[in-house]
C-alpha cells in the first residue's frame, strides 16, 4: 500500500463550483501535512499547510484533516480556470520527509 | 518571494557530458537540501538528500556515482548528471525547508540528445 494516495483524475469542476480533492495516508505517526498546487511544466507551489484536525482556510482554499481517518482533503471554493492544474498532497512523517501522492489532475471548466 | 532558486532553468546537451544544476537558497541558510526528478506525467521522485558539509544520502535505485551532489556551503547545493544520456531527460527541482515549510526551487528542464 502506498503511503500517500491521491485519485490521480482528472477531475473537471465547472467554473464557480467547489472541487474537492481527497488524499489518504497509511501512517498514523505523521506530524505535518501539505498542498502543492504544480502548473504544467512548472514546479510544485506551496498552497497549504495544516498540522492539527480540522478545519483551516485560506480565502479560497480550505484544508481538512481528520488524523483518526487518516484523511485530508483540500476544497477549493469559486473554481476559476487559473486553478486548472495538478495538485500534491504531502505528508511529512516521522523521518523527515515529505511524502508525496501522485497528484490529482484538476480542470475547471469555463 | 522566491524561496530557492536554480540554475539554468533549461540545459539541452549531448549524450555522454556532464551536465551541473546550482541550486541556491535565498535569505536563509539550508543545511538540508533535496534533488527531485520528475519524468512527463509523473510524480515527483526524490533522488537524493545533501547536507551541508557531509555526504548526501541516496534514495535506493539512484547511483551516487551518476548524480554528484555537492553541498559545500549553506547556501548552495549542486547536482552534477555525469556522462548524461536521453534517459536522463527529465525535469529536476532541489527544495528545501526554511521554518518547518518544504519550498521548492523553479526546476531546471534537462534535454540529452
Known amino acids: 500500500q502506498k503511503e500517500v494516495e491521491q485519485n490521480s483524475g482528472p477531475l473537471s469542476v465547472p467554473e464557480g463550483a467547489i472541487a474537492s480533492l481527497n488524499c489518504t495516508y497509511s501512517?498514523?505517526?505523521?506530524?505535518?501535512f501539505f498542498w502543492y498546487r504544480q502548473y504544467s511544466g512548472k514546479s510544485p507551489e506551496l498552497i497549504m499547510s495544516i498540522y492539527s484536525n480540522g478545519d483551516k482556510e485560506d480565502g479560497r482554499f480550505t484544508a481538512q484533516l481528520n488524523k483518526a481517518s487518516q484523511y485530508v482533503s483540500l476544497l477549493i471554493r469559486d473554481s476559476q480556470p487559473s486553478d486548472s492544474a495538478t495538485y500534491l498532497c504531502?505528508?511529512?512523517?516521522?523521518?523527515?520527509?515529505?511524502?508525496f501522492g501522485t497528484g490529482t489532475r484538476l480542470t475547471i471548466i469555463p | 518571494g522566491a524561496v530557492v532558486s536554480q540554475h539554468p532553468s533549461w540545459v539541452i546537451c549531448k549524450s555522454g557530458t556532464s551536465v551541473k544544476i546550482e541550486c541556491r537558497s535565498l535569505?536563509?541558510?539550508?543545511?538540508?537540501m533535496f534533488w527531485y526528478r520528475q519524468f512527463p506525467k509523473q510524480s515527483l521522485m526524490l533522488m537524493a538528500t545533501s547536507n551541508e558539509g557531509s555526504k548526501a544520502t541516496y534514495e535506493q535505485g539512484v547511483e551516487k556515482d551518476k548524480f554528484l551532489i555537492n553541498h559545500a556551503s549553506l547556501t548552495l547545493s549542486t547536482l552534477t548528471v555525469t556522462s548524461a544520456h536521453p534517459e536522463d531527460s527529465s525535469f529536476y527541482i532541489c527544495?528545501?525547508?526554511?521554518?518547518?515549510?518544504?519550498?521548492f526551487g523553479p526546476g531546471t528542464r534537462l534535454l540529452v540528445l
Open positions: 504531502a505528508v511529512l512523517f516521522g523521518n523527515e520527509k515529505l511524502t
Open positions: 527544495s528545501t525547508y526554511p521554518r518547518e515549510t518544504q519550498y
Open positions: 501512517d498514523r505517526v505523521s506530524q505535518s
Open positions: 535569505d536563509f541558510q539550508a543545511t538540508t
